[in-house]
């Protein structure tokens, strides 16, 4: 168990009183913005633009740009989330919980490769030294993107992409020393697999927001 604790905390020893309480906000926000996700909730998003505003802060400090980029954009889509999920008519949600159609996999499809191709830009732009976990990093920048959109507009295949590259995640955090942000992820996997079952049952139907 000390060895354990050790490897969440060892990375933090050094690190500014400032960066970890902002990490630690980040940690709390982002799990509040899963559940509220998961319950089908409007405060996904307040609480997920709290949480992806200051990881891009940090994840620029820490010159993690594929990330930063990702974290950017899900702020992006955040506020068009916020909106979609926020339509009504006649007092109930306008947007209900559906499957993917044909062509909202082939868009899905096409904002993976084209969010890949700009976060590898991105670290050209910065004339970063590509390495594996950057590449690691530059595919499941597509996946969280494509995922995010998913979420946007309610497809139930949003939460499929979230757990398959929240479980690439976690050790790709937990290798570049950001043991916190790993942990979250961990807990990120298990709150999207509840999501997965609970937006399942709940598919066509509206909730009340």
């Known amino acids: 168990?000390?060895?354990?604790?050790?490897?969440?905390?060892?990375?933090?020893?050094?690190?500014?009183?400032?960066?970890?309480?902002?990490?630690?906000?980040?940690?709390?926000?982002?799990?509040?913005?899963?559940?509220?996700?998961?319950?089908?909730?409007?405060?996904?998003?307040?609480?997920?633009?709290?949480?992806?505003?200051?990881?891009?802060?940090?994840?620029?400090?820490?010159?993690?740009?594929?990330?930063m980029m990702m974290n950017f954009y899900y702020s992006v889509m955040s506020v068009y989330g916020w909106i979609n999920?926020?339509?009504?008519?006649?007092?109930?949600?306008?947007?209900?919980?559906?499957?993917?159609?044909?062509?909202?996999?082939?868009?899905?499809?096409a904002l993976f490769l084209l969010t890949m191709i700009v976060t590898y830009l991105v670290y050209r732009a910065f004339d970063y030294e590509i390495k594996m976990v950057n590449y690691i990093d530059i595919f499941t920048s597509g996946v969280f993107f494509t995922a995010m959109w998913y979420m946007a507009i309610k497809k139930l295949e949003n939460w499929t992409l979230w757990i398959f590259a929240d479980i690439i995640t976690v050790p790709l955090y937990a290798y570049r020393g950001l043991g916190m942000l790993s942990l979250q992820y961990i807990i990120f996997t298990i709150l999207a697999i509840?999501?997965?079952?609970?937006?399942?049952?709940?598919?066509g139907s509206h909730v009340n927001l």
């Not at 913005?33 to 505003?53: C, D, F, H, R």
């Not at 999920?85 to 062509?103: H, L, M, S, Y």
């Open 85 to 109: 999920w926020a339509r009504k008519k006649d007092g109930e949600p306008v947007v209900p919980i559906t499957r993917t159609n044909t062509k909202e996999k082939l868009v899905g499809f």
């Open 194 to 203: 509840q999501g997965y079952l609970v937006w399942k049952r709940n598919l």
């Open 1 to 67: 168990m000390e060895q354990l604790s050790d490897f969440f905390l060892d990375s933090y020893r050094d690190a500014s009183t400032f960066n970890i309480i902002l990490e630690a906000v980040v940690f709390i926000f982002g799990i509040l913005s899963v559940y509220y996700s998961k319950k089908e909730n409007l405060l996904v998003y307040p609480t997920g633009l709290i949480a992806t505003v200051i990881t891009v802060y940090l994840l620029y400090k820490a010159e993690y740009y594929g990330d």
